[in-house]
């Protein structure tokens, strides 16, 4: 079984910065592309950014991108997600997710994803 745990969520303000991590143990290998994604009241979950096993290649919807920044740390099976700048639409919970096997390059769809965590909230306000 795969277990993947976010944490770093919380209240900022608009202009703010907040850093999420998920760390991921179980029965998986560490080469398996990751994902972020996130999901507001009311709304689809929907991609927030991806990155490639070895870290090389990123990925990033255009609502986020210029202002996240997702990175990895093989060696402690953890993601993280760096949110600068958020804005009050940035609100939703955010889930790290991986890949369903360990060929894809990024998981970028709901239909990508193998194990998805818990979720942890995030709130900005205006």
């Known amino acids: 079984q795969v277990q993947l745990v976010e944490s770093g969520g919380g209240l900022v303000q608009a202009g703010g910065s907040l850093k999420l991590s998920c760390v991921v143990s179980g029965r998986t290998s560490t080469r398996r592309a990751m994902g972020w994604f996130r999901q507001a009241p009311g709304k689809d979950r929907e991609f927030v950014a991806s990155i490639e096993w070895s870290g090389s290649s990123r990925f990033y919807a255009d609502s986020v991108k210029g202002r996240f920044t997702m990175s990895r740390d093989n060696a402690k099976n953890t993601v993280y997600l760096q949110m600068n700048s958020l804005k009050p639409e940035d609100t939703a919970v955010y889930y790290c997710?991986?890949?369903?096997?360990?060929?894809?390059?990024?998981?970028?769809?709901?239909?990508?994803?193998?194990?998805w965590g818990q979720g942890t909230q995030v709130t900005v306000s205006s």
């Open positions: 997710a991986t890949s369903r096997s360990a060929t894809m390059l990024a998981v970028t769809t709901i239909s990508d994803v193998g194990f």
